[in-house]
């Protein structure tokens, strides 16, 4: 799939708006040149001590292997590779990066309504697949520590923008980092810093989805106040 290197493709359009963007953005290259921004907070994340990677799925994670090299080998993450690969992503995630993938757990996807995922996955719907699997990637290597800084710095709530164009809301709970999309759904990383070739996965136990997602129609803040 060329997708990710057509510039006139949805995605190649997406991505280069994300990569473009603010906020989680790519580091300098050197993480002290920058006078204590959000570049450099990022930077110093992902230089931080080099600790072995958790076990994701009873498998091991290996910093060398991209993405998706490591996901397809967590049994807990087979639905999100199907879909990734349904998709058209493999290719994407496995390229030059730098991605923060927040990876919902097979759990998070059979919590969704019933006959949502295979709805997804049929070749019609890939459209919204790709919508719902890019809101869960963010353009940068985020490792945990800088996240907590970037909320810390921003007064508990750090808002920042997905390669599929949704804002996501990171805080903290205790000492574990949330994330609340676009509908108000909260989703908990669960295993954070698992380091790879192209950038690093935290594990959620929560589907993310955009706002007015048709497969997942839920009431607006507003009417849920009243």
């Not at 290597?141 to 997905?162: L, R, V, Y």
């Not at 007015?212 to 106040?225: D, E, Q, T």
Request: glycine share 12%; hydrophobic share 45%.
């Amino acid at each position: 799939n060329n997708n990710a290197q057509n510039p006139n493709s949805m995605l190649g359009k997406i991505l280069r708006l994300a990569l473009g963007a603010g906020g989680w953005g790519p580091a300098p290259a050197n993480p002290y040149a920058a006078g204590g921004g959000n570049a450099s907070v990022f930077a110093l994340g992902a230089f931080a001590a080099h600790a072995e990677n958790p076990m994701v799925g009873g498998a091991a994670m290996f910093e060398d292997k991209t993405i998706v090299e490591n996901a397809v080998n967590s049994k807990d993450h087979t639905t999100l590779v199907a879909a990734v690969k349904a998709a058209g992503l493999v290719e994407t995630l496995s390229g030059a990066g730098p991605f923060t993938v927040f990876a919902p757990t097979n759990a998070a996807f059979e919590a969704l309504p019933a006959g949502t995922v295979d709805t997804l996955l049929k070749p019609e719907n890939k459209d919204q697949l790709t919508k719902v699997l890019t809101c869960h990637v963010v353009a940068a290597n985020a490792m945990s520590e800088a996240i907590g800084k970037m909320i810390a710095d921003d007064g508990g709530n750090h808002p920042d923008k997905t390669v599929g164009g949704c804002m996501l809301s990171a805080k903290m709970d205790g000492d574990k980092i949330t994330l609340t999309d676009e509908t108000g759904g909260v989703a908990t990383v669960t295993i954070a810093d698992v380091k790879q070739s192209k950038g690093v996965i935290h594990v959620i136990d929560k589907v993310l989805v955009p706002e007015g997602w048709p497969l997942n129609p839920r009431p607006s803040r507003k009417l849920a106040r009243i």
